[in-house]
C-alpha cells in the first residue's frame, strides 16, 4: 500500500525534482566555497548563494536580498534574533500558541533577567490583539509572535499586532515556519521588523536551510549569535557589521541554498495564492468529513481562512500515539502524535500532556489522500468504540 503522507507541518515531502536536481548541479560543476577565493568555481558558488538571498526576499516581500540572512533552520533564526535583540531589564510580549523554538530562548532569557508576559488564545488558538496589547508594559522591547500555529494552524493576527508593535516603538518578529510558502506574505507591507523561515517546509528546500528577514537599520541592535570567517573585510579581526555578513560567520550550507532556492523557484511557479487555495480546499474537505464523526474531537478554529492546512485531532479513549500506531500499521497514513514541540499550544487548546493526532496536507496532497485519512480514522474509531461497549 503507497504511503499517505500528512506530516508536512514537520518536513514537505516529496520535494519537487527541481530542488535535488539543483543540489547535484552544484556539487557536480561547482563545489567551490563562496566567497572564499577569487577562482571561478568560488565566484560561481557565490552567485548561488545570492541567487537563493533573491528567492527568499522575493517570497516574502522584501525589495533587498541582502536583508535576508540565512541559518540551518528557523530554530537557529529565532535564537540569533532574541537572543542578540534581548538583555535583562527588557519585557517581550509572546501569544499561548507557540513552538518551543519560541518559547526555550525566551524562558531562557526569563532567567537572564528579560521580563516575559504570554498573550492569552482562546481554545481554538485565536488570540484577540486586545489581549496583546494588554501585555504590552512601558519597557517592551520585542513581540513575538509565530505566524500560524503547528498544532491547530491557526492564523494570528499580524496585521493587527504589527500596527501595535510600530505605534509604541516595539520590534515585531513572526516566526513563519509554518506559512512561507503557502500563505502570501509581505513584511513591508504588514510592518514586519524580523521574519524568520525554514526552507524545509513549504518552501519545499531540503533540511538545514533557514534564516531570517531584517529591517534595514535594525541589524545594528541585534548582536551576533557567532562570530567568524565571513569571507569579507579579512583584514580586521572585528565581525563585520553589515548585512548579511554580520549574521553568517563560517562556510554557509551553499548546497543546500542551491535546493533551497529551486524549491523557492518550484512555489513562485505554482504561485503562492494558488497553494494557499488548494491548501484551504484539502483542509475544508478533511473538515467536514470529520464534523459529527462519532467518538473524535476537531481542535481549532472551522473556518479555513482563519488556519493553514495543519489539522488536529484525537479518539476519545485512545492515547494519539496508539492512533498514529493504528493509522501508519493498518493504512499507511503518515502523521505526527503528541506535542509537536509545542506545550504552550497544547495548554491552550487543553490536550496537555497527552497531545493530539496531527495531520498536515502540502502541495502535492490530493482529494483521494484526504478521503482515505478520513476513512482510516473513522474506522480506528468505529473499531475501538466496538471494543469497548
Not at 537557529?76 to 509572546?94: F, S
Not at 503547528?150 to 496585521?159: A, F, K, R, S
Not at 510592518?191 to 519545499?204: A, E, M, N, R, Y
Request: with cysteine.
Amino acid at each position: 500500500m503507497k504511503p499517505v503522507y500528512f506530516d508536512n507541518a514537520a518536513t514537505s515531502w516529496p520535494k519537487p525534482p527541481e530542488m535535488m536536481e539543483a543540489m547535484v548541479r552544484f556539487n557536480e560543476s561547482i563545489g567551490a566555497n563562496p566567497g572564499r577565493s577569487g577562482h571561478r568555481l568560488s565566484i560561481e558558488a557565490a552567485r548561488v548563494v545570492y541567487e537563493a538571498r533573491e528567492c527568499a526576499a522575493r517570497i516574502i516581500g522584501s525589495p533587498d536580498p541582502l536583508s535576508i540572512s540565512f541559518a540551518k533552520n528557523a530554530t537557529e533564526a529565532i535564537n540569533c534574533v532574541l537572543l542578540g535583540l534581548l538583555k535583562a531589564g527588557d519585557h517581550v510580549v509572546t501569544s499561548g500558541m507557540e513552538h518551543n523554538s519560541v518559547m526555550r530562548p525566551l524562558r531562557f532569557l526569563e532567567r537572564q533577567g528579560v521580563g516575559l508576559s504570554i498573550a492569552p488564545c482562546s481554545p481554538a488558538g485565536v488570540l484577540d490583539p486586545d489581549d496583546a496589547m494588554r501585555a504590552v508594559k512601558g519597557n517592551t522591547k520585542v513581540i513575538v509572535v509565530t505566524h500560524a500555529s503547528n498544532v491547530t494552524g491557526t492564523l494570528l493576527p499580524l496585521d493587527d499586532l504589527a500596527r501595535i508593535a510600530r505605534e509604541r516603538g516595539i520590534v515585531f518578529v513572526v516566526d513563519a515556519s509554518q506559512t512561507a510558502g503557502s500563505i502570501p506574505l509581505d513584511v513591508v507591507r504588514t510592518g514586519i521588523d524580523v521574519l524568520c523561515f525554514t526552507g524545509h517546509k513549504s518552501l519545499l528546500g531540503p533540511q538545514g536551510t533557514g534564516g531570517f528577514y531584517i529591517r534595514k537599520g535594525l541589524e545594528e541592535s541585534v548582536s551576533p549569535l557567532m562570530r567568524g570567517g565571513t569571507g569579507s573585510a579579512s583584514e580586521f579581526e572585528e565581525q563585520p557589521d553589515f548585512l548579511p555578513d554580520r549574521f553568517e560567520s563560517g562556510t554557509p550550507n551553499a548546497i543546500g541554498l542551491a535546493g533551497l532556492a529551486a524549491g523557492i523557484r518550484f512555489v513562485l511557479g505554482l504561485g503562492v495564492e494558488a497553494i494557499r487555495e488548494k491548501e484551504a480546499h484539502l483542509t475544508r474537505l478533511f473538515l467536514e468529513g470529520m464534523a459529527g464523526m462519532p467518538g473524535t474531537r476537531l481542535y481549532g478554529p472551522q473556518n479555513v481562512r482563519q488556519r493553514t492546512a495543519v489539522v488536529s485531532f484525537n479518539i476519545v479513549g485512545m492515547s494519539p500515539s496508539e492512533v498514529a500506531f493504528e493509522l501508519d500499521e493498518q493504512f499507511a497514513v503518515l502523521s505526527r502524535p503528541g506535542l509537536h514541540c509545542a506545550p504552550a499550544a497544547h495548554r491552550t487548546i487543553g490536550t496537555f500532556p497527552e497531545g493530539t493526532v496531527r495531520f498536515s496536507f502540502g502541495y502535492s496532497t490530493t482529494e483521494d489522500e484526504v478521503r482515505r485519512g478520513i476513512e482510516a480514522v473513522a474506522h480506528i474509531s468505529a473499531a475501538y468504540h466496538k471494543r469497548t461497549l
